[in-house]
């Protein structure tokens, strides 16, 4: 079977934007592939040095998620970056064959470096990014990654280094491959895209009310602004999230209704309410059941640092191995 590998950075809680973008793929690909999906918490240190105690609540809530939207810890293997140190052994050697040219070329850096000014992201870290995430892969030697399109760029530089490296030694590393999940984006409360820094996020760990309530003032078509005003669903966020959560039939009902004020938003609004929480009542299951039995979670994550681990060894072999090194 092949190995496939996937990673979230831990820097805030995840949405119901990241599991339908994301983690609902995951779960589907467990089903298909030997999946190694993993928190990448030291990855979370690039930009979030200097608070590391969010790092760890990050994680856990990253964890959790990743358990009660259906990762199946019989069928796939789930780690956190830190449990395996073979990565930064990897990292480290890696970082003696890469061009600095091909680091300060990714377009994220000088992006994300522009985006979080008030943050000092001139440190060697940082810059290494794109390598860390390239050892985390190929220490598994996977052959396919799920991710979205803005981690593209990521994705060749793993396959130049990779190459380097087969190149420079001997053959080890397998070429990774991105396996691209397209979604449409996913509208926060306010319009824009959903995203933790704007504060417009449905969180998988809200409760219902705060669901509920988040959804009952979501953002219409701004040009209705009473009842009997026709709206223009296309502009209405509440309508994209109609797109992803609901049937057709409601889908051309809502948009119907709200094209010729024949329903007022609230109306449109609680079949998106009821909609969404029928995705998300076996998450808020989940989690309590987790919440009840603490040890849960700590064995599942034990059992897939040592599965994980296994590999990431054999690798590490092979790679010290090719470099001559390790024989004493
Ligand atoms: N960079 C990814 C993100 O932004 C996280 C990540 C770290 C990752 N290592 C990875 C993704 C390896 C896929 C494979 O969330």
Redesign the pocket.
């Known amino acids: 079977m092949d190995r496939v ?5 831990a820097s805030g809680k995840l949405h119901i934007g990241n599991l339908v973008g994301a983690l609902q793929n995951w779960v589907r690909l467990q089903e298909r592939y030997d999946c190694y999906y ?1 928190v ?1 918490d030291w ?1 979370a240190l690039t930009t979030g040095y200097a608070s590391p105690q969010a790092i760890s609540e990050s994680a856990e809530d990253l964890l959790v998620n990743f358990l009660a939207a259906g990762l199946d810890p019989g069928k796939c293997t789930i780690f956190v ?1 830190s449990g395996i140190p073979e990565h930064a052994e990897l990292h480290l050697l890696l970082s003696m064959i890469t061009p600095l040219g091909w680091l300060e070329r990714v377009p994220t850096y000088k992006e994300k470096i522009q985006e979080l000014k008030e943050r000092d992201l001139s440190t060697y870290g940082f810059l290494g ?2 390598l ?3 050892a ?2 190929i220490i598994y030697r ?1 052959r396919y ?3 979205g399109i ?2 593209v760029p ?2 060749e530089i ?1 396959r130049e280094i990779a190459r380097r490296f087969n190149f420079l030694y001997r053959e080890v590393f397998p070429e990774p491959e991105a396996l691209l999940t397209e979604f449409p984006k996913v509208p926060g409360v306010d319009g824009r895209k959903m995203s933790k820094s704007y504060d417009n996020a449905i969180y998988l760990s809200d409760p219902p009310e705060t669901v509920e309530q988040k959804l009952r003032t979501m953002m219409t078509d701004p040009a209705r602004k009473r009842k009997t005003d026709a709206g223009n669903p296309e502009v209405s966020p509440v309508f994209q999230l109609h797109k992803i959560f609901s049937s057709k039939e409601e889908q051309e009902y809502v948009a119907h209704g709200c094209r010729t004020a024949g329903i007022g938003c609230i109306e449109c609004k609680k079949v998106l309410i009821k909609n969404i929480f029928r995705v998300m009542e076996p998450l808020w299951a989940k989690r309590k059941e987790l919440r009840d039995n603490p040890d849960t979670l700590r064995d599942i994550v034990k059992t897939g640092t040592e599965k994980a681990a296994r590999v990431a060894r054999e690798t590490m072999e092979l790679a010290r191995d090719a470099m001559g090194l390790g024989k004493f």
């Open positions: 590998l996937s990673g979230m950075q993993f990448a990855h970056q990014y794109p860390l995430q390239t985390d892969i996977a990654v799920p991710v803005d981690q990521h994705l793993s």
